[in-house]
Nanobody, 123 residues
Framework: VQLQASGGGSVRAGGSLRLSCAAPRITFEDATMAWFRQSLGKERVLVAS???????NYADSALGRFTISRDDAKKTVNLQMNNLKLEDTAVYYCNAKGWEEKPVVGPVPYSYWGQGTQVTVSS
């Protein structure tokens, strides 16, 4: 398992949750980390990403409410979610993208996914 996500749960609308994703086995400081989510019957979509230099990108639905951060020393990426709405209910997945050095062939791209963590927002 390359990525291990945690922190999901149930919360009332307007509440907060903090998701964490540990990636101890990758060259974390070189990876672009992201959180995606997938609601029932819908495609998996990007929520937020953070580059190895700390540049962040958010889906419109997350702007102003969610904050993605990374701790290279701990090899973790976090997603602080505030003012949660019913429509934020989904399974949240962390993702790591980068390059890894392989013998003979050299650098090859990778994309690893965590196992998903359920976030349920109720009224």
């Amino acid at each position: 398992v390359q990525l291990q996500a945690s922190g999901g749960g149930s919360v009332r609308a307007g509440g907060s949750l903090r998701l964490s994703c540990a990636a101890p086995r990758i060259t974390f400081e070189d990876a672009t980390m992201a959180w995606f989510r997938q609601s029932l019957g819908k495609e998996r979509v990007l929520v937020a990403s953070i580059s190895r230099r700390g540049t962040t990108n958010y889906a419109d639905s997350a702007l102003g409410r969610f904050t993605i951060s990374r701790d290279d020393a701990k090899k973790t990426v976090n997603l602080q979610m505030n003012n949660l709405k019913l429509e934020d209910t989904a399974v949240y997945y962390c993702n790591a993208k980068g390059w890894e050095e392989k013998p003979v062939v050299g650098p090859v791209p990778y994309s690893y996914w965590g196992q998903g963590t359920q976030v349920t927002v109720s009224s």
